[in-house]
T-cell receptor, first 109, second 118 residues
Framework: GQNIDQPTEMTATEGAIVQINCTYQ??????LFWYQQHAGEAPTFLSY??LDGLEEKGRFSSFLSRSKGYSYLLLKELQMKDSASYLC??????????WGAGTKLIIKP | NAGVTQTPKFRVLKTGQSMTLLCAQD?????MYWYRQDPGMGLRLIHY???????AKGEVPDGYNVSRLKKQNFLLGLESAAPSQTSVYFCASSYLASGSSSGANVLTFGAGSRLTVL
């Protein structure tokens, strides 16, 4: 079966760095997405990885290891507005997204 | 720059009632999707459409029907609502056809429709 595993909740301090891990098992693989979802709002696109390695985009970076079925999202210089849920979503062989339950990130001053 | 618009945003139904959620996108996207989101669970795909006049079942299609008569609109219908259908419903669209791994299959979501079935 297809499975996504990411921590339910994480807490970090404003200005710090946090890494949100995601492990996955899918039927085939065509890349992995990270989305951000603030409470009560729609998910918005953060990053996409299809090859192994690190993709950097401002304060956010995303890493992928296809052989390990593993990805992480790295958030630097945390701001209060980064308090949100972060959704890991690999794409299977049918180009369908398989969504994790999300990691709720709480930023404390 | 409307993007994806869902109506209504909130609705309370009684068991057995019917209703339709409307999704409209102005980005000329081919692909449209209906998801539901429940606490502690990932987004689950209900139905999707790869183009005008076509629809397909997703992961949890039972109890729902959809129609895509116009490219810009994707309707989700509940014929006889049940309490298990209490959820937040998200519509999304994308422009990439299947068969490409370029990463352009980014979903644009609507703001969501919160449905409560009593």
């Amino acid at each position: 079966g297809q499975n996504i595993d990411q921590p339910t909740e994480m807490t970090a301090t404003e200005g710090a760095i946090v890494q949100i891990n995601c492990t996955y098992q899918t039927s085939g693989f065509n890349g992995l997405f990270w989305y951000q979802q603030h409470a009560g709002e729609a998910p918005t696109f953060l990053s996409y990885n299809v090859l192994d390695g690190l993709e950097e985009k401002g304060r956010f970076s995303s890493f992928l290891s296809r052989s390990k079925g593993y990805s992480y999202l790295l958030l630097k210089e945390l701001q209060m507005k980064d308090s949100a849920s972060y959704l890991c979503a690999p794409m299977d062989s049918n180009y369908q997204l398989i969504w994790g339950a999300g990691t709720k990130l709480i930023i404390k001053p | 720059n409307a993007g994806v618009t869902q109506t209504p945003k909130f609705r309370v139904l009684k068991t057995g009632q019917s209703m339709t959620l409307l999704c409209a996108q102005d980005m000329n996207h081919e692909y449209m999707y209906w998801y539901r989101q429940d606490p502690g669970m990932g987004l689950r795909l209900i139905h999707y459409s790869v183009g005008e006049g076509t629809t397909a079942k997703g992961e949890v299609p039972d109890g729902y029907n959809v129609s895509r008569l116009k490219k810009q609109n994707f309707l989700l219908g509940l014929e006889s609502a049940a309490p298990s259908q209490t959820s937040v419903y998200f519509c999304a669209s994308s422009y990439l056809a299947s068969g490409s791994s370029s990463g352009a299959n980014v979903l644009t979501f609507g703001a969501g429709s919160r449905l409560t079935v009593l």
